[in-house]
């Protein structure tokens, strides 16, 4: 079993930046396809961005692109999101997920793909 801890959430104005961080263990970390998800009040869980086992490939939703990037540092164990040009809509919980199944230059997109998951950090972008 793999844990994930979140961290790096907080207030920002609008046009601002976050970089929210996840650290994994458990598991041999460069084997596992990572990913980061949101979930805004009263709305279901969705994907932002993933990142393959060795950072060779990455993808992202259509609202974040060119704003957002996502890398992992395999020595540290640890995933990031950078946020930049955030938008009040961008507010939510972020999670992080991971999972082995996904293979070596494979890409998770959906909740369902991803077994592992973290606590979630709060991200809040003002108007």
């Known amino acids: 079993q793999v844990q994930l801890v979140e961290s790096g959430g907080g207030l920002v104005q609008a046009g601002g930046s976050l970089r929210l961080s996840c650290e994994a263990s458990?598991?041999?970390?460069?084997?596992?396809?990572m990913g980061w998800f949101r979930q805004a009040p009263g709305k279901e869980r969705e994907f932002v961005a993933a990142?393959?086992?060795?950072?060779?490939?990455?993808d992202y939703a259509e609202s974040v692109k060119g704003r957002f990037s996502i890398s992992r540092d395999n020595a540290k164990n640890m995933v990031y999101l950078e946020m930049n040009s955030l938008k009040p809509e961008d507010t939510a919980v972020y999670y992080c997920?991971?999972?082995?199944?996904?293979?070596?230059?494979?890409?998770?997109?959906?909740?369902?793909?991803?077994?592992?998951w973290g606590q979630g950090t709060q991200v809040t972008v003002s108007s």
């Open positions: 997920a991971a999972d082995s199944r996904i293979p070596l230059y494979g890409l998770g997109v959906s909740v369902k793909e991803y077994s592992s």
């Open positions: 458990g598991r041999t970390f460069s084997t596992l396809a």
């Open positions: 990142i393959s086992w060795y950072g060779g490939n990455t």
